[in-house]
């Protein structure tokens, strides 16, 4: 069965500095994997995804992730974060296998010290 | 953007009553979805829906659980009856004409907050 991991509950990281999010997944054929963000009160919005071709991604608001198959990882990451990237962000992986259903790691709400 | 609407966003049921949550997909996709989240745990996927039928559920949903697209544009969740376990924030989202098998990206709702007492 599918499963992601997002080792880390929480991040602090003070605005302007640069910030890493782990994800590791597990699943049986190629993955497609996406980044969402959830703000306080807001629903589920997509970052970035990967289906297939470049490893690295770009997405909205600055964001990226490198896909590694040898590492089972899709880490995002933003160069200079703002407050306003304060939020809990999700990975999720699905794919042919998983038909359509995404499973989902277990978040990291990140926090941006002024 | 396209948005998924939701509602109510917050709701508050009585244990062992009946709650339909009331969704709004995007006008021309044709995958639906719910999805959970109880506090502090992951999202859930619960059911996927495509053709007026369930495509795909899963262990969660279970009998007390019902989907239906009454007309063409809503798409709603009844809890049958409901219970303690089952407060959580409840997701719709939506996708286009492939699934998520392709190349389509899922839009989500913002949420309804159900409260089981």
């Known amino acids: 069965a599918q499963s992601v991991t997002q080792p880390d509950i929480h991040i602090t990281v003070s605005e302007g500095a640069s910030l890493e999010l782990r994800c590791n997944y597990s699943y049986g054929a190629t993955p497609y994997l996406f980044w969402y963000v959830q703000s306080p009160g807001q629903g589920l919005q997509l970052l970035l995804k990967?289906?297939?071709?470049?490893?690295l991604v770009q997405g909205i608001k600055g964001f990226e992730a490198e896909f590694k198959r040898s590492q089972s990882s899709f880490n995002l990451r933003k160069p200079s974060v703002h407050w306003s990237d304060a939020a809990e962000y999700f990975c999720a992986v699905g794919g042919m296998a998983a038909g359509n259903k995404l499973t989902f790691g277990g978040g990291t709400r990140v926090l941006v010290k002024p | 953007e396209p948005e998924v609407t939701q509602t109510p966003s917050h709701q508050v049921t009585q244990m062992g009553q009946e709650v339909i949550l009331r969704c709004v997909p995007i006008?021309?996709?044709?995958?639906f979805y719910w999805y959970r989240q109880i506090l502090g745990q992951k999202v859930e996927f619960l059911v996927s829906?495509?053709?007026?039928?369930?495509?795909?559920k899963s262990e969660i949903f279970d009998d007390q659980f019902s989907v239906e697209r009454p007309d063409g544009s809503n798409f709603t969740l009844k809890i049958r009856s409901t219970k303690l376990e089952d407060s959580a924030m409840y997701f719709c989202?939506?996708?286009?004409?492939?699934?998520?098998?392709?190349?389509?990206?899922?839009?989500f709702g913002s949420g309804t907050q159900l409260s089981v007492l």
């Open positions: 989202a939506s996708s286009g004409t492939g699934g998520l098998t392709t190349n389509e990206k899922l839009f």
């Open positions: 990967y289906f297939s071709g470049d490893t």
């Open positions: 006008s021309n996709h044709l995958y």
């Open positions: 829906f495509y053709n007026n039928e369930i495509s795909e």
